[in-house]
């Protein structure tokens, strides 16, 4: 807003048995309104947009160089003093800034009432997480004009209208207010995204602290049991087990380094599992070897456009839930000859991984065929 203040749209969501609740939905909250909302030791992603933001279109880059970037778009800036969202959005890279100390403020007013902060993102390229439902299509989200190509943002305008359209994704209609938050959610741990490494400092231990807390929720109450029954004991026999206390408590000290060691090689494994880990949908093996199995046996007159593993069950959100097909594997592509087509179907299902080969769609079109595919995958 002109006077600097912000006006927060949410989705409270829940993720239970692998699958997405959208419990509430709420707009035009200011903070006060968000946080009084709010029970205490919730987890909460923010998504920053606006007239404060930055968005700039970036040379594209297979690795992640926040100098590289700010020197693209203003090299006389103080890298210490904004945060950085970095999407590679396709064929271009998507770089969106917003001053740390602004920012920080609203991080600080949240923090004061335990409330964690798990996750900050600037700018709305995280909307490329959305890239599924509006390929090739033009749609507004939140004060910005998002341009979607076959496989990425292929453009980015700010309106600065505060103007909100519905859309239909499945069975759902969301606001266009409402696809930042979600876009957020469902970009966490995206490899597509990345943060500075002053926003990833700011969050990162927010992030360990909540861990903590949920862990400890879970058994704290087993385990204060197990102390005052603990204490209870050492007071009647005080001299013998103040004996096993102080042996426990050597071992324990000269074990605190690896713990501390093991919980940060833990803390980098959940943060790059991300969204995944928390469906509970990792598959045995990467894409890539399918990929590669693949592209081994392609005949000439067959082209590959798309390979996705665990892909959404028709790409739909059905009852505010997002349901995935495990298991599965959806190839897209093109053929000129539908004889080579069977052919390298035949060649596919000799693959010890290939279960059975499903729901062939074969549709021609002017020039060449487009074929869509699914293959399950054997345990």
């Not at 600037?122 to 090739?136: M, W």
């Not at 966490?188 to 602290?209: D, R, T, V, W």
């Amino acid at each position: 807003m002109q006077d600097g203040s912000i006006i927060i749209n949410a989705l409270q969501l829940k993720i239970q048995n692998g699958e997405i609740d959208i419990i509430s939905r709420e707009s035009g909250l200011d903070l006060k309104e968000y946080i009084k909302g709010l029970e205490k030791n919730s987890e909460v992603i923010l998504s920053f947009t606006g007239q404060k933001v930055l968005v700039k279109k970036v040379e594209t880059s297979d690795t992640f160089n926040q100098k590289r970037i700010f020197n693209q778009i203003a090299p006389n800036l103080n890298v210490e003093n904004y945060y950085l969202t970095y999407t590679n959005g396709g064929n271009n890279g998507w770089a969106c800034i917003s001053k740390k100390d602004w920012i920080d403020d609203y991080l600080d007013q949240i923090s004061e009432h335990k409330i964690f902060i798990t996750g900050l993102l600037i700018g709305p390229a995280n909307c490329l997480s959305l890239l599924d439902y509006f390929k090739n299509q033009t749609i507004r989200i939140s004060v910005y004009d998002i341009y979607f190509s076959q496989t990425g943002l292929k453009d980015i305008h700010n309106e600065h209208l505060d103007q909100s359209e519905d859309y239909t994704i499945g069975d759902e209609t969301i606001g266009s207010k409402h696809l930042i938050p979600l876009a957020g959610f469902l970009s966490e741990g995206s490899e597509n995204i990345h943060h500075s490494e002053n926003s990833i400092q700011k969050i990162a231990p927010i992030k360990l602290n909540y861990k903590y807390f949920q862990r400890f929720k879970r058994f704290g109450q087993i385990t204060l049991a197990t102390i005052f029954t603990i204490l209870l004991i050492n007071f009647l026999l005080f001299d013998y087990w103040n004996g096993k206390y102080a042996e426990i408590q050597t071992d324990l000290a000269g074990k605190e380094a690896l713990i501390a060691k093991y919980d940060k090689l833990n803390t980098k494994v959940k943060l790059k599992e991300g969204i995944y880990d928390a469906f509970g949908k990792q598959n045995k093996l990467p894409l890539s070897f399918y990929a590669d199995r693949l592209a081994s046996i392609i005949p000439k007159g067959i082209t590959l456009e798309e390979i996705n593993l665990i892909p959404f069950t028709n790409r739909k959100f059905l009852k505010d839930k997002i349901h995935f097909e495990e298991e599965t594997l959806l190839v897209k592509g093109s053929s000129g000859n539908s004889f080579v087509f069977n052919s390298w179907l035949q060649d596919i299902k000799q693959f010890d991984w290939v279960s059975e080969i499903e729901d062939i769609n074969y549709e021609h079109t002017e020039q060449d065929a487009e074929f869509e595919i699914i293959i399950n995958l054997s345990e």
